[in-house]
Structure formats: C-alpha cells, structure tokens
C-alpha cells in the first residue's frame, strides 16, 4: 500500500537512495513554506500590538511618576497637619482656648520634668540653643522657657522651625499659648534674639494611664533656612 503511494507521487524506477532524497527535499520544503506563510502572516500582527502596549505602559509610567514627585512635595505639610490635629508622632497641639488656662488647677502630685532640645538642619546657619536644659512643672500649670537664636554669619538668614515631643503619646497633653514655630524669623548679620515659648501640660496628663509611670517629657526644636515668602501651611485652628 504505501509502495502505490509513492508511485503515485514518484516516478516508478527511482532508486531508493534517489527516493530518499527526493522525500526529504519535499518535507523539507513544505517545512519552510509553512513557517514563511505563517511568519508573513501573523508576524506584523504582534509587533504592531507590542508597539501599542509598549506605549501604553510608557504613558502610564509617566503618569504615576509625574502623580509621585506631586505626592511627595505634599505629604511633608499634609503629613504636619495631620499630626497638629491629632497630636500624632509628638506634634504638639496648638490653638487651645485661653479660658481653659485660667480655670485649670494645678496638680501639685505629679511632678514632670521637661528637657529642652534643639537642633537645625544641615544648611541651617544660625547658632540655636536652649537657655535652659530642664524646668520641673506640674500639669494644670504654666510655665516660660526661652531659645536662644543667632546670625553669626555677615548676611540676613531667614529661618523658619517645627516641633515635636517625646514620648509621642504626651504631645496631645502639651500646649503651646506662645511660640516661635511656624513662623519666619529673619536675623540680620551678627544678630542675637530670644525667643520665648509659653507653655502648659494639660491636667488630664495625671490621668492616662499610658502616661502613669512618665514623669519626663521633651520639647525638640528643629530650626530650617527658608527663603523669602516661604511658610510652612499652618491649620486654621491652630491660627486662632
């Protein structure tokens, strides 16, 4: 039976190593003008979707990186101000109605050290220090301590601070009535200031239970070099 095919296909006195080849060729052959059909019909057909996708994948990575470098110039105030509203990571809370100072009681039971820090930034080129490294207060009483600011260098400085206490969990308890933060201070050439931070621990302190065996709290000053105009955003209820 396969003898009558391959006389059908082939001339009957070929020999058969002629045979051989002759199938070989024709496998071979048929081998090739497949693969070449099949390259020219569908081997533009990927390329031209590879293309696409390749640009779409490009105008997405533009985007999310363009979406990124705008996230990060933001979180820095939005991250400030949800720490001032919440008292969150030490920030310390700003704002608070005066009337709560003059009917608060102190708490003569529960003293609290408070160590003043302060540091600046790399390009920061004021001299900043505590006038003091440590004042004993008690909660529901008000108490002064003062910074010392200055301009050693022969050109104006602006300078512009943020905050923070330890542990984080008495930032919400610590209250500022008066402060430097957040605000430009521009010192002219070879100028010294003081400047003064008002401050009480809210009575309620005693009465955490996270806070039952901290009896020592501090206040860090960070101070940066800014430029003209520029402020850090401040929430409104910190404003009134």
Excluded at 36 to 52: L, T
Excluded at 62 to 89: D, E, K
Excluded at 150 to 178: L, M
Aim: with cysteine; net charge positive; charged share 20%.
């Amino acid at each position: 039976m396969f003898r009558s095919l391959l006389a059908s296909v082939f001339p009957t006195k070929t020999s058969v190593p002629v045979l051989n080849r002759l199938i070989c060729q024709k496998c071979g052959s048929s081998k090739r003008t497949a693969f070449r059909s099949y390259s020219q019909e569908n081997g533009r057909k990927p390329s031209e979707e590879s293309r696409k996708r390749m640009r779409s994948t490009l105008y997405y990575m533009t985007a999310a990186g363009i979406v990124t470098v705008g996230m990060s110039y933001a979180a820095v105030p939005l991250y400030r101000m949800f720490c001032q509203a919440y008292s969150y990571g030490g920030t310390t809370a700003q704002g608070h109605d005066g009337s709560k100072v003059e009917t608060m009681k102190s708490n003569k039971t529960r003293a609290i050290k408070v160590k003043f820090n302060a540091d600046k930034a790399s390009n920061m080129r004021w001299n900043f220090k505590p006038q003091q490294n440590e004042i004993t207060v008690y909660p529901g009483e008000t108490a002064l301590a003062f910074y010392t600011a200055r301009n050693p260098t022969d050109q104006s400085v602006v300078g512009i601070s943020t905050y923070n206490v330890i542990p984080f969990e008495a930032g919400q308890y610590f209250n500022k009535i008066q402060c430097f933060c957040f605000e430009e201070q521009m010192l002219n050439p070879q100028e010294q200031v003081d400047m003064p931070v008002f401050f009480y621990i809210d009575p309620e302190f005693a009465e955490d239970p996270y806070l039952e065996f901290c009896n020592e709290i501090i206040l860090s000053y960070t101070f940066f070099e800014a430029k003209p105009g520029l402020k850090f955003p401040v929430p409104q209820f910190a404003k009134r």
